[in-house]
């Protein structure tokens, strides 16, 4: 199938910044969109960014204008620069996937492991 792994995560201070990264791997016979979500302690999953194979991008209106999301569609990488971080953007980041296979050619979404990033003094 496919499998995603993430990295970049880590401890950051208030105002500084991190860059997360997400390569695929696995039978995939195209990735139509990638993007990156979000659980903070002892809240729901949230989307953070995505990006179409096409290039465009939604961001969730907390981090507009701070994180920036980018895709390499030839290495099956995506990446998440973020910016003026701040406490709230502590969480596990996880990458997910709308992809299409080779052996089934059907699309679904695939979900990496995360990874941790926190915002602290």
């Known amino acids: 199938q496919v499998q995603l792994v993430e990295s970049g995560g880590g401890l950051v201070q208030p105002g500084g910044s991190l860059r997360l990264s997400c390569a695929a791997s696995?039978?995939?016979?195209?990735?139509?969109?990638m993007g990156w979500y979000r659980q903070p302690p002892g809240k729901q999953r949230e989307l953070v960014a995505a990006i179409s194979s096409g290039g465009s991008t939604n961001y969730a209106g907390s981090v507009k204008g701070r994180f920036t999301i980018s895709r390499d569609n030839a290495k099956n990488t995506v990446h998440l620069q973020m910016n003026s971080l701040k406490p709230e953007d502590t969480a596990v980041y996880y990458c997910?996937?709308?992809?299409?296979?080779?052996?089934?050619?059907?699309?679904?979404?695939?979900w990496g492991q995360g990874t941790q990033v926190t915002v602290s003094s």
């Open positions: 997910k996937a709308f992809a299409r296979t080779t052996a089934t050619m059907a699309l679904r979404d695939y």
């Open positions: 696995g039978s995939i016979f195209s990735i139509n969109a």
